[in-house]
């Protein structure tokens, strides 16, 4: 079981940054991938980015290549998600997830999410 905390949402204006973080708990291992993802109103929810645990490899939607950064701190059992160039279309509810496998390129088998937290970019 792993549980999971997010916090770092708020309101930006258009081409400013924010960080999200979520706190982890519970069995983590380097067997885990954690991700980001996001849902806006009135559309399903969508794969941001995803890390491995051990931090070697990570995952981006294209939307996204470039201007989002996911890294982790082992030592704080947290993963980040770093936001720059922010758009309009970012706007959305973020959560963190969890997944027992190394598959890191596949946005489906996670088993455990945050609450979510708020993100909104104004133009």
């Known amino acids: 079981q792993v549980q999971l905390v997010e916090s770092g949402g708020g309101l930006v204006q258009e081409g400013g940054s924010l960080r999200l973080s979520c706190a982890a708990s519970g069995r983590t291992s380097s067997s885990v991938t954690m991700g980001w993802f996001r849902q806006a109103p009135g559309k399903e929810r969508e794969f941001v980015a995803a890390?491995?645990?051990?931090?070697?490899?990570?995952y981006y939607a294209d939307s996204v290549k470039g201007r989002f950064t996911i890294s982790r701190d082992n030592a704080k059992n947290t993963v980040y998600l770093q936001m720059n160039s922010l758009k309009p279309e970012d706007t959305a509810v973020y959560y963190c997830a969890a997944k027992y496998s190394t598959n890191i390129a596949t946005p489906a088998g996670y088993g455990y999410w945050g609450q979510g937290t708020q993100v909104t970019i104004s133009s």
């Open positions: 890390i491995i645990w051990t931090g070697r490899s990570t």
